[in-house]
């Protein structure tokens, strides 16, 4: 998608940025506007209801407020989780008379079990962080109805594609998960070496399958290049492996990124009942 480019200059004061905490600012209001309106909304086959009331939205990592400002014309309250003390101690400053909760935490330490029921996740979040962030948040006591995050394209293609990793299938066991727009790194200030993309996440109610599946899964990617069968040795012989992989119809060479949900979950059942 491409988006005519708006600067965000309103409402926020350009602060330094701090490359240990991976921050780059969005810019363009015409996305930060479509990152809120998907938040609120969410997307064309989501499984909610969108006409549900939510009036509260937990944001990761507002910094400057761009996103923030959003958020706040569509949502009766945003808590917005800052690491960085400075731009916590600005953020209230920028919105004055609005309901922001502004707190300053770590969001992988920020407990957030007793927010106000339903709410949702918005933030553009650090690179380094996103598989933490995402386990946390589908993962939490009670869940969100939906999570927008704008993170790396690389890493948003994979959990997107049919082409597995530990990642994607984590995601996929807990969420329906749906591709937001690209964003370039020209939109950023200052601009990462590499473009972004949004994904919309919408927790499911339980998991596909049991988590003791991925202890399974995690030995299975050791060497995600190898054939799965080499990657699984020792749990069965050669030979009853190959008979466990015909029953479930995978062919002998299969890598670990072609095999799907269900047949994690199939082999797992066969190799260890």
Not at 218 to 223: H, K
Not at 250 to 264: A, F, H, I, Q, S
Request: with cysteine; glycine share 6%; net charge neutral.
């Amino acid at each position: 998608m491409v988006v005519g480019r708006e600067q965000v200059t309103s409402g926020t004061r350009m602060v330094g940025t701090k490359k240990s905490l991976g921050q780059h600012w969005l810019k363009n209001r015409a996305i930060l506007d479509e990152i809120a309106d998907l938040s609120l909304m969410g997307v064309e086959g989501s499984a909610y209801d969108s006409a549900e009331k939510i009036s509260t939205c937990i944001e990761i990592g507002p910094g400057l407020g761009t996103l923030t400002s959003s958020l706040l014309k569509r949502f009766e309250k945003v808590v917005a989780v800052e690491f960085d003390e400075r731009l916590a101690n600005n953020l209230p400053k920028s919105f004055p008379g609005k309901n922001l909760e502004v707190v300053n935490a770590d969001f992988l330490k920020y407990d957030f079990s007793d927010i106000d029921l339903p709410y949702v996740i918005a933030g553009n979040i650090p690179y380094y962080i996103t598989s933490p962030i995402i386990e946390k948040v589908l993962t939490a006591t009670y869940l969100p109805k939906r999570v927008v995050l704008l993170i790396q394209k690389e890493v948003a293609e994979r959990i997107l594609n049919n082409k597995e990793t530990v990642l994607s299938l984590f995601v996929k066991n807990r969420a329906n998960v749906f591709a937001g727009p690209v964003v370039v790194a020209a939109e950023f200030t200052p601009p990462p070496k590499v473009d972004s993309q949004v994904i919309v996440m919408e927790p499911l109610s339980k998991p596909i399958i049991k988590d003791e599946v991925f202890e399974l899964i995690r030995r299975g990617f050791v060497s995600p290049r190898k054939k799965l069968i080499h990657n699984l040795a020792g749990l069965k012989s050669k030979e009853e492996m190959l008979d466990i992989f015909a029953e479930i119809g995978l062919d002998e060479n299969v890598r670990p990124g072609d095999v799907n949900l269900e047949n994690w979950d199939k082999i797992y059942q066969k190799v260890y009942s």
